[in-house]
């Protein structure tokens, strides 16, 4: 049984049981954003499994998990040990201590941050602080919509809105521009569809962003539900199941904050080291 499926599919790559119907428009009022456990509650109660265990020593080329929207290749080549951690949803303030041990660590890993979030004052140092420690910060919408459930207009202020401020967040922390907003992930895994789905290729195309899905779910945001929370022993579970070339799919929670130290080990154990994924190459 294949769990993963080329983007050209109709299901993209790891993702569809995220491609539920989700009600998530923005979140909340204020400036923090990120998915309520009611949003999450309804995803699940949808029908759709939400938890897709990964086989171990089954894999995905990381072309098939980034859709192009140019041909040429990513600069720089990753080493034959790398795997790329992608973390979500942020900045909110436990990204910080993410962000600590991290900096413990000699792994290197792609935020996708939401607009919303960059808006604070407080919230866009952490972001700053990311790409001066050598991590990359890519878009993630601004308000965290489900792009399947959202007009074409509304679509392309999501991404053009957070790439405006990825860009100011770029030029403060002297980033490189080359590296760093390369990519663009769907809330949810969610696809636009009809007209909307046409806007956001050619908004995508036009801001030069790759579509960046993941093959190893760590659903770690379960961890924080009030009903049924997800047991980290499974968590570090799905992410024993990483191996070379694998892209990871983690979140800027506190639950995940309070773990990630284990997590981090957990992926050196197993003789990786995560890169950003614009040190991708395709061979």
């Known amino acids: ?36 456990q009611l949003d999450r509650l309804l995803a699940l109660l949808s029908g759709r499994r939400d938890s897709i265990q990964p086989l171990c020593g089954e894999s995905a080329t990381v072309e098939s998990l980034l859709r192009r929207t140019w041909k040429e290749p990513l600069s720089g080549p990753s080493s034959s040990q790398s795997v790329y951690l992608t973390f979500d949803d942020g900045p909110l303030p ?27 004052a407080e919230l866009r140092k952490i972001a700053v602080r990311a790409i001066q420690a050598g991590h990359e910060i890519a878009n993630h919408s601004y308000s965290h919509p489900a792009f399947s459930s959202i007009s074409a207009k509304q679509a392309e202020k999501e991404i053009r809105s957070t790439h405006e401020l990825i860009q100011d967040v770029i030029a403060e922390a002297g980033g490189d521009p080359v590296t760093q907003d390369r990519f663009f992930r769907f809330p949810y895994g969610a696809l636009a569809s009809g007209s909307a789905n046409e ?20 659903n770690d945001w379960q961890m924080e539900l009030w009903w049924n929370p997800r047991p980290f022993s499974r968590v570090l579970a799905s992410l024993k199941c990483a191996r070379v070339q694998d892209v990871v799919l983690m979140h800027d929670r506190v639950s995940t904050a309070r773990h990630v130290e284990d997590m981090l080990g957990c992926v050196q154990s197993l003789g990786l080291a995560s890169v950003p994924l614009s040190r991708y190459r395709r061979t």
């Open 199 to 218: 806007v956001c290729n050619r908004t995508l195309a036009a801001l030069d962003y790759q579509i960046a899905w993941w093959n190893v779910d760590t």
């Open 1 to 36: 049984m294949k769990y993963l499926h080329r983007i050209e599919e109709k299901s993209p790559p790891g993702c569809s049981r995220r491609r539920f119907f989700a009600f998530a428009a923005a979140i909340g009022t204020g400036c923090l954003c990120q998915p309520s």
């Open 94 to 120: 436990c990204s910080s201590r993410i962000m600590d041990a991290l900096d413990r660590t000699r792994h290197k890993v792609t935020f996708f941050v939401i607009g919303r979030n960059l808006a604070n």
